[in-house]
Structures are given as structure tokens and as C-alpha cells.
């Protein structure tokens, strides 16, 4: 499809354990976020790509969090030492170049991490 | 910084019915405002957005906000809901700095 795909949909881990999610955005789209839902929450920034390089990382909670975007398109959020609290669903977001100063950005359907 | 707050956690409304989603904004800079929409197992979708000019802004399924810089409000319209309007609303802003800050969202219910 042409939209933001994000994988795996569905996450269960144990506490302690080393969790990636990816990103796939549209083709083309310069601009990459991620952000964390927690239940009864809006969505809460974590990290902005543009191109290569995380451009604002400040709401990464703590350093058992890192994203990684290596040639400008797919994108991979890493979590260490995962914590019950890092249960959530974990969005992408993509823009155009440009676009994403206006705040218009393209969501996948997220992926729900539980961990028990 | 930039914050929105959405006062109402939850909306009930009969169908036909109109109805208002509240938000607020606050920025210490000029702003862009959107509301996107979260329909059951979908991922969120832009519905309207205001970046300048007109302060009545139109946007997908017959809603429209309207920018109020006096009152820093930007709420949600709609003069008759359908039941396929029943979603989670979220208010957000874009400020002075390259991020987009949610509320924490509407619930809209719509009763048959």
C-alpha cells in the first residue's frame, strides 16, 4: 500500500527483554516521527527525523530508548531493558519536505507493546 | 513551549444532532492548528487545519473549526452527526519548533 506501515502490529515481551519496532513511511516523505499512546493519552512526541538525522530527540524518556533512520527512509525504534511502563502503542508519522512545518503528517496504525 | 487541552474527555450525542469539541491552546508563538480524527482500528487522520487566513477552516465529513485568538480556542463543529462519526478527536498545535504537541483526546459517541 501506499501509506505509513508499521510492524509488528502486535508486540508481547517480558520485562527485560530488547524490543524493535519499524517504520516504513511513504516513499519520498523526508520528515519522520515517532510518538508513544499511552491508554487514555494523546499521543506523546518522542523523536523527529529529517532525512538521516534525529533533529529533535527530546522526548525520548530515557537513553533505554534509540531510533535509527540509516539511509533516510525506513526507520527502527529500539527499547532495552523494556519496563511494564513502556506498555503503549508506538506510532509513525511522515511528511513531505516542507509539509511537516505545517503539521501535516501521514500516521500508520501503530504498534501495541505489552509488557508483562 | 506549546500545550493544548481538550476539556472534554468524552462526548455523547444523538445522531442528527449538533455538536461542539472543545480545545485550547497556549504558545508564546504564532501557531498552526489541526484536529485529526482516530476512527475504531484505524490509524489517525487529519480532518482540518488552520495555518492563517480565514479563521473558519472547513475539512473532511462536514466539519469546521473555527481560530479564536483572543480566546486561543480552535473547536470542533459539526451541525448533524452520523454514526460514523463515532471516533476519538485530537486537538493539536504546531508552534516554534518543528513537532506536533495532542491533546489527550475526544471521545465522540454517537447514539442511534
Known amino acids: 500500500g501506499a501509506g505509513v506501515s508499521q510492524t509488528p502490529s502486535n508486540k508481547v515481551t517480558e520485562k527485560g527483554k530488547y524490543v524493535e519496532l519499524r517504520c516504513d513511511p511513504i516513499s519520498g516523505h523526508t520528515a519522520l516521527y515517532w510518538y508513544r499512546q499511552s491508554l487514555g493519552q494523546g499521543p506523546e512526541f518522542l523523536i523527529y527525523?529529517?532525512?538521516?538525522?534525529?533533529?529533535?530527540d527530546s522526548g525520548l524518556p530515557n537513553d533505554r530508548f534509540f531510533a535509527v533512520r540509516p539511509e533516510g527512509s525506513v526507520s527502527t525504534l529500539k527499547i532495552q531493558r523494556t519496563e511494564r511502563g513502556d506498555s503503549a502503542v508506538y506510532l509513525c508519522a511522515s511528511s513531505r519536505l516542507g509539509q511537516h512545518l505545517t503539521g501535516e503528517l501521514f500516521f500508520g496504525e501503530g504498534s501495541r507493546l505489552t509488557v508483562l | 513551549a506549546q500545550s493544548v487541552t481538550q476539556l472534554d474527555s468524552q462526548v455523547p450525542v444523538f445522531e442528527e444532532a449538533p455538536v461542539e469539541l472543545r480545545c485550547n491552546y497556549s504558545s508564546s508563538v504564532s501557531v498552526y492548528l489541526f484536529w485529526y480524527v482516530q476512527y475504531p482500528n484505524q490509524g489517525l487522520q487529519l480532518l482540518l487545519k488552520y495555518l492563517s487566513g480565514s479563521t473558519l477552516v472547513k475539512g473532511i465529513n462536514g466539519f469546521e473549526a473555527e481560530f479564536n485568538k483572543s480566546q486561543t480556542s480552535f473547536h470542533l463543529r459539526k451541525p448533524s452527526v452520523h454514526i460514523s462519526d463515532t471516533a476519538e478527536y485530537f486537538c493539536?498545535?504546531?508552534?516554534?519548533?518543528?513537532?506536533?504537541?495532542f491533546g489527550i483526546g475526544t471521545k465522540l459517541q454517537v447514539i442511534p
Open positions: 527525523f529529517q532525512g538521516t538525522g534525529a533533529a529533535d
Open positions: 493539536a498545535v504546531i508552534g516554534g519548533y518543528q513537532k506536533v504537541t
